[in-house]
């Protein structure tokens, strides 16, 4: 390590001497801008919500101090100022920090891709350097793997960069349920060759170059956690800088940079962790198995009891259960294995904790039950309270009598009245303003004294509603080992009592909509052929077992989607409604599909209900309808029944939404009255 007086110019990546080697240098993108772990990071940014009692970003920092990192800067995204706060006040930027510099970068982005592209402008990057995300939680040497980078590069100058992958169990990303990522690779060089993504329970199809088929040994995996550590050379920020569409790391611009490999001649490689701990707290199923993974200690240099963070006294019992020394447990109290309880908690008497983690400063009371959940700081929890595989935010109250069903999760500063019942899968945060700029409670969510509001984001993106979730409804899965460290034996795994891997997904029909939805509008936004669409559409209905009311509904919401996105990036309704419409009508029309007036008019509704929620939806509405009639889509009568049904009016909001559309209404049924008009004309005429 460098001596402090040379901490002023570490930064800039090059010492005075030409012979010494740069610092090692480490970028951390601490927001992945995804919205994942919605609710909670509308309050806090993602890097700092805690996981087994540490914010995130203490792991990530962690593990590049034990990387041998000496210069670190720091992207922050949303929140940033509370990012920037945390880390003037923490150990990282004391006088005992194992950094010789941590940098706080800011710029405006609303991507990785414009991160990286604003760190190649400010020319920081002098020799090799590391980028991880914010979320690393890894006990594994990198020293081999950079070695092996550097050992290819000095022979290679267009080797520009190492990905760090971990070897796990087949089928570990339908366990996830988010996207199924494969690598292409050649493994006599290490060297990846092709990457995409699909969905589970969708075929692999790959579009590979036929030149790379002439490799003579290539592998296909999709057994591959990737722990979004990577070791980079400045020509990978070049890259990203000629390329100002890509936003993501892997969709974007790892399948470019491979697909256009002739002609910028860039190649990226991997090094495949097998035997040590290397994850990522990527969404919440990940969120719950690393944590699993840090209650049993099975990382030992980080282990819960080695009080690694902070100013902690844990300790580990015979019988699993770590407990600081300040906590405060009447007796009688039952803990069991699994169970962590962090300083200054008290815990009231008859009470049971199994399986969950408890953090600093909370309040549990009398004869209340916590099961495999997961209570942050400062929670005050109420007597006779049952809470199942949830997580509860800070500052939180749970009034006494109440039940936190399976899914749960409650954000920051909520308050749940006595006496409440909190439904499966309820997402719940702190009330927001609404149009009008009120606050207002939902009381039906959480009881009539309390404070908070059922959260409800627009779902853009696919992975956001099916991750986003903390619902256990996979008995399958419930068996399965630990997806991030392959060396457990099957006794090992046992004593966990089968909780370590469950799924956090939703039930089979919101499966299927949020799948299909996401898949449709993927494809429309890369410019698919709709032709091509339809018989993946019928395999994705055929393997999720939905009906044809399932799959209407799913093209309308993709279509309504996609119409939203163009407008958002620029187009008018008017042209944006005409051109989605004129191209993936066919989806609507699909064969075998019902065309009765009925189905007809369910569409219009479906696609009204979607639009509720959009910007300027009312005009949007009007535009489809529109274009439906014009493109011959649909019937007359399809829009008459439609209008006339009471569920287009039923509430304010779909009143609201169809009002522009009753000068359409008007027009046809004008239209149609002349026509009868001009019928009655020549049958007088003939007569």
Known sequence: ??????????????????????????????????????????????????????????????????????????????????????????????????????????????????????????????GDFIVVSGDIVSNFPIARALQQHKTRRAKDKNAIMTMILRETEAGIHDHSGGIVPTFVLDPTKDRCLHYEEAYPGTQFTSHIDPELLKTPELEIRQD????????????????WSDNFDNQSPRKDFLFGVLKDWELNGKTIHTYIVQEDYAARVADFWSYNTISQDLKAGLVTSIAVENNTFGDTHYSRSQNGVVLDGKVVASKPTKLESGTVVGAETAIGRGSEIKSSIVGEGCHIGKNTRIHDAYIWDNVSVGNNVKISRAIIGNEAFI??????????LISFGVKIAPGTTVKSGSRICRPQPGTDGEVKND????????????????????????????????PDLADSVSTLDSDLSS????????????????????RFQHDTVGILLQRMQDGQHADDMLSELMGLRFSGGADETQVRKAVAVALMKHIHGEVENGVSAADATRRVLSAYNTLIRRKGAEQTTDEQA?????????????????????????????LEVF???????????????????MAEVRKPSSQFIEWLQNAES??????????????
């Open 443 to 474: 009381t039906f969510v959480v009881g009539d004294a309390g404070e908070g509001q059922a959260y409800a984001d627009d779902e853009e993106d696919y992975l956001t509603s099916k991750l986003s979730r903390l619902i256990y409804q996979q």
């Open 602 to 630: 369910a569409f219009l509704l479906d696609a009204q209900r979607d639009l509720i929620r959009r910007k300027d939806g009312g005009k949007t509405l009007l535009f489809v309808v529109k274009d439906l009639y014009d």
């Open 1 to 126: 390590m460098a001596p402090k007086n040379q901490k002023s110019a570490a930064w800039k990546g090059r010492s005075g001497d030409d012979n010494k080697e740069d610092p090692l240098q480490a970028v951390v993108v601490a927001d992945t801008f995804e919205t994942r772990f919605a609710p909670f990071t509308l309050e806090r940014p993602r890097c700092l919500l805690t996981l087994a009692n540490t914010p995130l970003i203490e792991y990530t920092l962690e593990y590049l101090a034990s990387a041998g990192v000496q210069t670190v800067f720091i992207y922050a995204g949303a929140h940033l100022d509370q990012v920037e706060t945390y880390i003037e006040a923490s150990r990282w930027k004391s006088h005992k920090s194992p950094f010789e510099n941590v940098t706080f970068l800011r710029c405006l982005a609303s991507s990785v891709g414009d991160i990286m592209r604003d760190l190649d402008q400010k020319d920081l990057m002098a």
């Open 674 to 687: 002349e026509s009868e008009s001009d019928e009655e004309e020549e049958d007088d005429e003939e007569e």
């Open 399 to 408: 009034g006494d009598n109440s039940v936190i069903e399976e899914g749960s």
């Open 491 to 510: 006794d090992e795994v046992s004593s966990f009592g089968g909780s370590r891997s469950q799924s956090f997904g939703d039930d089979s029909t919101d």
């Open 635 to 653: 019937t007359e009568e399809a829009f008459t029944a439609w209008w006339a049904d009471e569920r287009s009016s039923s509430d304010p909001e």
């Open 224 to 239: 591959l956690v990737d722990c979004r550590i990577d070791i980079c050379t400045p020509d990978v920020l070049s890259l």
